[in-house]
């Protein structure tokens, strides 16, 4: 599992957007991973909440690891839903995603994000997703727009 651990680590440390927010690898298993992040005023909305975007980015980057748990390294997302709860306001955020169902090319992924605050975790968001293995056309056209 070390191996599965490290590869996933390197491959959130290779994006850069994580590296902004600051997120973390928290846990792999074998079909669920928890992605971590702590809470800090930059990642604010106007009403002291942490925006949207930041949960749902969170959420979508824990689905899509999870899986490539299933599917192999080279995944994007195809879609996601999500459902905000509650406002986050201090501590840290944890998404912890897993693998409902994989076949060959995509696989359907459940993610809980809670906020972890003075000891105890509240629910804040639920999403659920399709992860799509990429094929070779998709990932020369995609190194294309790159260059």
Do not use: W
């Not at 501590?91 to 972890?116: D, E, N, P, W, Y």
């Amino acid at each position: 599992m070390t191996d599965l651990a490290d590869r996933a680590r390197g491959a959130l440390h290779a994006q850069p957007f994580s590296m902004l927010l600051g997120a973390e690898l928290a846990h792999v298993g074998e079909n669920e991973l928890t992605l971590r992040l702590p809470v800090r005023d930059e990642l604010r909305q106007q009403h002291g909440f942490v925006h949207g975007g930041v949960v749902s980015y969170l959420a979508d980057n824990a689905l899509t690891f999870a899986g490539a748990l299933a599917l192999g390294p080279r995944v994007v997302t195809g879609e996601y839903k999500i459902n905000y709860l509650r406002p986050a306001l201090n501590g840290t955020l944890m998404a912890r995603a897993q693998v409902v169902h994989a076949g060959r090319q995509q696989a359907i992924c459940q993610c809980s994000v809670f906020v972890m605050d003075g000891g105890g975790e509240r629910l804040v968001a639920l999403a659920q997703g399709t992860v799509s293995r990429m094929n070779d056309t998709e990932e020369r056209v995609a190194l294309t727009r790159v260059v």
